[in-house]
């Protein structure tokens, strides 16, 4: 019987995905951003579902929505072009125009290289590049000529040595992903305190679907920090956290 009821939800679901894609496809966005949120009500979450929700909100010219979905599929799918371009695109609509602190080329390397897949895609990886491994090894001692167990056995070292590349990546991703707490502006224009209060001075102003990170919460406050190291303090209902799910 559960299987059953897991089993229409599940379709259900499908044709809302595709009621929404079509509502998209024949410009009716604000249908389609609907039936899309619906889904995410329902507890279902994806790089697909965020990615066409960002595009059905840059079609309404919301910003702030449009660049928080395309964050949120990009953590699901780093290494998809097409989310990377449409986010270059909405973020081309902001008008605060941060630079980034500049990194070192071994640094920068490092990130793109681990930011190819998630950490638990790269664990993934480890554990096929593993299976391989024994394999071969395994293969090793069953073949006859000397030339194909030299093959088996250089192999089966090269796939142990990228299952350890691997197992690396996925190690410092997840270290990432804990370390850091990315949250986008919703509000049309804030002020970013100096102090967790309305009686600080306001140290400058951000708008909607900037990118900040969270450092620490005081009562209804969060500290925020820039790409550029600024940092300061601004209320809770001004942002949205994209690690939510």
Not at 1 to 26: C, P
Not at 48 to 77: F, H, V, W
Not at 175 to 198: G, L, R, T, Y
Request: aromatic share 16%; no cysteine; net charge negative.
């Amino acid at each position: 019987m559960l299987m059953v009821v897991s089993w229409n939800l599940i379709a259900q679901e499908d044709a809302l995905f595709k009621n929404a894609t079509t509502d998209y496809n024949e410009g009716r966005y604000e249908e389609a951003a609907a039936k899309y949120e619906e889904i995410l009500e329902g507890g279902k979450h994806s790089a697909a579902l965020y990615y066409n929700l960002g595009n059905t909100y840059y079609k309404l010219n919301r910003i702030a929505p449009s660049i928080y979905y395309y964050e949120k599929a990009l953590l699901l799918d780093p290494g998809d072009p097409e989310i990377r371009n449409n986010l270059a695109f909405a973020k081309n609509m902001t008008l605060d125009d941060i630079a980034e602190v500049p990194q070192t080329g071994l640094s920068r390397l490092l990130e793109r290289t681990t930011g190819l897949m998630t950490f638990d895609q790269w664990a993934y990886l480890a554990v096929v590049f593993i299976f391989l491994f024994v394999f071969l090894y395994i293969a090793y001692y069953y073949l006859r000529y000397a030339t194909q167990k030299r093959l088996a056995f250089i192999t089966s070292l090269v796939f142990l040595f990228l299952s350890l590349f691997a197992l690396v990546f996925a190690y410092i991703q997840f270290n990432n992903f804990k370390a850091e707490q990315p949250a986008i502006i919703f509000a049309p224009e804030v002020a970013v305190k100096s102090e967790p209060n309305d009686r600080s001075e306001a140290a400058f102003v951000l708008h909607e679907g900037t990118k900040v990170q969270v450092l620490e919460q005081l009562n209804e406050w969060k500290r925020i920090q820039l790409a550029d190291g600024s940092t300061g303090w601004i209320p809770q209902d001004a942002l949205r956290v994209l690690k939510d799910f």
